[in-house]
């Protein structure tokens, strides 16, 4: 096992194990079934800022250098942003799972119009919609980009942002070649 790989399965054991007793301590504590779990959860990530300290630092055997302990020490505000960082992408990502059938004209799924809409949004939805037209599916054969240029034209403005739908005009042979190598795609069947 390399050295590398030796941290990140010791700091997973760790990890898990301080997860468990975690749990335990706050049910017995006389937390809620679900505070506890959300305790339980959060343990998991107390060390993820170790993933950014050097594996031959925190396996080093033997005492650490002052320098070296300083170094293990930031490990704490590296995990803070890290997770700060993925609680923002997530909120996005969350945002688009719940927003990405929405239409300017708000007829879409939740019948928010366009200034509701988050932006990247707008911007997710359109590679949707390309993809869900361009692609074969189980029930229904692709389109061609004729159709699919004039279904994003007529919808640009009531659908779609009609900057985006522009920018996608601009740059499809290039998403055209990502579908000529197919390797960066997983089947769809629906």
Wanted: one cysteine or more; charged letters at 25%.
């Amino acid at each position: 096992m390399n050295l590398d790989l030796l941290v990140e399965h010791t700091c997973f054991e760790h990890s898990n194990k301080v997860s468990e007793i975690s749990a335990i301590l706050a049910e017995c504590a006389g937390y809620s079934s679900d505070e506890s779990a959300v305790i339980k959860q959060a343990a998991l990530y107390h060390d993820v800022g170790k993933t950014d300290i050097p594996a031959q630092i925190l396996n080093k055997p033997g005492a650490l250098s002052p320098e070296e302990f300083d170094l293990v020490k930031t490990h704490t505000r590296l995990g803070h942003s890290k997770i700060l960082d993925t609680i923002s992408i997530l909120s996005v990502a969350a945002d688009v799972c719940r927003d990405h059938h929405e239409r300017l004209d708000g007829t879409g799924y939740g019948g928010l119009m366009d200034s509701s809409i988050h932006q990247y949004t707008k911007l997710i939805s359109v590679a949707d919609v390309f993809d869900a037209l361009y692609s074969k599916r189980s029930y229904k054969e692709g389109w061609d980009i004729e159709r699919i240029r004039s279904y994003f034209q007529a919808q640009s403005g009531i659908q779609f942002d009609a900057e985006i739908v522009t920018i996608l005009f601009i740059i499809i042979e290039r998403i055209l070649e990502l579908y000529q190598n197919k390797t960066h795609f997983c089947q769809n069947t629906h």
